[in-house]
């Protein structure tokens, strides 16, 4: 019976644990928030129209491959970076970016995790991992482009 009440107390510990440890984790991670057409809060075309408000990046190969573009507000105190993202120096480079990106129309929000406003990302396929690397400072880690997407 002794034992037994170990284990319990064990397990409950270790469960106690791993949920302690998620909620931490998880508090090092920004989220994407779909901005619904209907709302018209903010379109692609918004975007375009005020591109030298942004720092805009684009990631993927060129032509038909690329898969996203990142739009951070010069405006604010908050930073995006990531590794595989491409400064866009012109709006008729943007222009070109913006009509290879397979979902345009559709544009999400870039939120920290206690939901303040990064800036905005319009990409194609995959999945998007955010994720703070310091004080404001986001990194967006994005699918890599692989043949047939």
Not at 31 to 57: A, F, G, M
Not at 109 to 126: A, N, R
Request: hydrophobic share 35%; proline share 3%.
């Amino acid at each position: 019976m002794e034992i037994m009440k170990k284990y319990k107390f064990l397990s409950v510990f270790f469960i106690a644990l791993i949920i302690t440890s998620c909620a931490s984790w998880s508090n090092n991670y920004g989220k994407l928030r779909i901005i619904p057409k209907s709302q018209n809060e903010v379109t692609i075309q918004d975007l375009i129209d005020k591109w030298e408000d942004y720092d805009i990046y684009y990631a993927g190969v060129g032509g038909p491959h690329q898969w996203g573009t990142m739009f951070d507000p010069k405006n604010n105190d908050t930073t995006l970076v990531g590794d595989q993202w491409k400064k866009v120096e012109d709006k008729e480079s943007l222009l070109e970016i913006i009509k290879w990106i397979k979902n345009r129309d559709q544009l999400n929000e870039i939120l920290g995790p206690d939901g303040l406003f990064y800036g905005y990302l319009c990409y194609s396929y995959g999945h998007v991992t955010l994720k703070m690397v310091g004080d404001k400072k986001m990194y967006v880690f994005g699918p890599e482009y692989r043949a047939g997407n």
